[in-house]
């Protein structure tokens, strides 16, 4: 599977983006999906998951309310909607697919496949 995430800009703080994780090849709807971020001087982070079929999803305690993990099969393709951006969330955004055990959903290390990262920068 080959990712390749988009939709990262500049946004005033309380704003929104939309990032997208288009994947080529046959196999994304039979992977999980998930976000990650990492900030300058910062170890990468979960954000955000959602299982194969899109039944279940989990978020990381600092975006809940805020953001919102989606998928389309038919499209290949994942999201990741942000809404009431802080300039915390100032980062560079990370697509993964892989299936993971749900209880490791949340570490990096269990993913093989990854986007290219697109930058999130939120201003105060």
């Keep these: ?3 390749q995430a988009s939709g990262g800009g500049l946004v005033q703080a ?5 990032l997208s994780c288009r994947a080529s090849g046959s196999t994304f709807s ?3 999906m998930a976000w990650f971020r990492q900030a300058p001087g910062k170890e990468r982070e979960f954000v955000a998951a959602i299982s194969v079929s899109g039944g279940s999803t989990v978020y990381a305690d600092f975006v809940k309310g805020r953001f919102t993990i989606s998928r389309d ?3 290949n393709t994942g999201y990741l909607q ?3 951006l ?3 969330d100032t980062a560079v955004y990370y697509c993964a ?7 490791k959903i949340g570490i990096p290390s269990q993913y093989d496949y990854w ?3 697109t930058q999130v920068t939120v201003s105060s």
């Design 115 to 117: 986007g290219q990262g």
């Design 82 to 84: 942000m809404n009431s």
């Design 14 to 18: 309380g704003g929104s983006l939309r």
């Design 1 to 3: 599977v080959q990712l």
């Design 30 to 32: 039979s992977h999980h």
């Design 86 to 88: 802080k300039p915390e």
């Design 97 to 103: 697919a892989d299936i993971p055990a749900w209880s």
């Design 73 to 75: 099969n038919a499209k």
